[in-house]
């Protein structure tokens, strides 16, 4: 089973030439020719596999962080904010959707070489034991076991099973009837309409929810409009503006951050299992 606590995504940025239009490209506010270096815990892995090609591909999300100023003294936050996160292999980038399932986005996965001058992606395994039983479930959680739970399920309309491997942040116990419910998250779910073979070109955020080892729902997050009357302090520019240009103390006319919420559901036959890293430190 995958050790999160210990797995990180760590790419460096070479800011090597001034970027043409912004002031603040990327929210760095050093000099030119620096590089910073980021490391991100892994919030959660998710395997392709295409059985009729043979080939397999694995995404790892990276935790959340809030939209910074990189490295700055003061003024850390950018405002209006964002929530940023990664998704990436070992040979791409891939964008994380803003929009429901059924709608398009056209954005393509890109060559690491397109965002990071390096990526190293840390993985971190340690022994782990299926739990055979809810009463077994129950029991792990309240012993403080730490506890990782995989969800497997096909795509039949294309020929492909995807896992999804996450820990268990939270769950819910009935201890006297033996009966739980994992809620967690988050997850990153691949868009398998835009598979090729090697990958694709867009994962959703979700969280997860099951009470059984055969079913399991996604909800899956979107960007969603503040009201109108939210928006004089909600796009409302504190501090340095992520988005002034270069050549002008006016910003460039371009979308700021928008609010996100989970609505759309994914209800999928799957295989549940609950994984209990062995040899664990008891209380």
């Known amino acids: 089973m995958i050790d999160f606590n210990?797995?990180?995504?760590?790419?460096?940025?070479?800011?090597?030439?001034?970027?043409?239009?912004?002031?603040y490209a990327g929210g760095f506010v050093g000099e030119t020719g620096e590089a910073t270096t980021s490391r991100l815990q892994v919030d959660a892995a998710c395997e392709i596999v295409d059985e009729a090609r043979g080939t397999a591909c694995t995404i790892y999300l990276t935790a959340p962080c809030r939209s910074e100023f990189i490295i700055a003294d003061e003024n850390l936050f950018q405002v209006p904010n964002g929530e940023y996160r990664a998704a990436v292999s070992d040979g791409f980038t891939v964008p994380i959707a803003t929009e429901p399932s059924w709608e398009?986005?056209?954005?393509?996965?890109?060559?690491?070489?397109?965002?990071?001058?390096?990526?190293?992606?840390?993985?971190?395994?340690?022994?782990?034991?299926?739990?055979?039983?809810?009463?077994?479930?129950?029991?792990?959680?309240?012993?403080?076991?730490?506890?990782?739970?995989r969800s497997t399920y096909?795509?039949?309309?294309?020929?492909?099973?995807?896992?999804?491997?996450?820990?268990?942040?939270?769950?819910?116990?009935?201890?006297?009837?033996?009966?739980?419910?994992?809620?967690?998250?988050?997850?990153?779910?691949?868009?398998?309409?835009t598979w090729d073979g090697a990958g694709v070109d867009r994962v959703f955020v979700a969280h997860a929810a099951f009470t059984a080892d055969d079913h399991v729902e996604f909800i899956l997050r979107r960007s969603i409009e503040v009201a109108e009357h939210e928006l004089s302090w909600a796009a409302a520019v504190r501090g340095r503006d992520r988005y002034r240009r270069r050549d002008s103390s006016e910003p460039v006319d371009r979308p700021r951050p928008r609010a996100a919420g989970y609505h759309e559901t994914w209800e999928l036959a799957a295989d549940n299992a609950i994984l209990r890293a062995c040899h664990e430190p008891r209380r």
Not at 8 to 23: G, K, L, M
Not at 163 to 183: D, F
């Open 6 to 23: 210990r797995s990180f995504a760590t790419w460096t940025i070479d800011w090597a030439e001034p970027d043409p239009v912004y002031a």
């Open 104 to 149: 398009t986005e056209g954005a393509r996965r890109q060559p690491i070489a397109a965002s990071f001058a390096e990526l190293a992606i840390d993985v971190r395994t340690c022994e782990g034991a299926v739990l055979a039983s809810d009463d077994a479930v129950v029991a792990a959680s309240l012993a403080g076991d730490r506890l990782n739970a």
């Open 154 to 193: 096909r795509d039949e309309a294309h020929g492909l099973t995807v896992t999804v491997e996450y820990p268990i942040k939270l769950i819910n116990l009935h201890a006297g009837g033996g009966r739980y419910q994992v809620c967690t998250g988050a997850v990153a779910l691949p868009d398998l309409t």
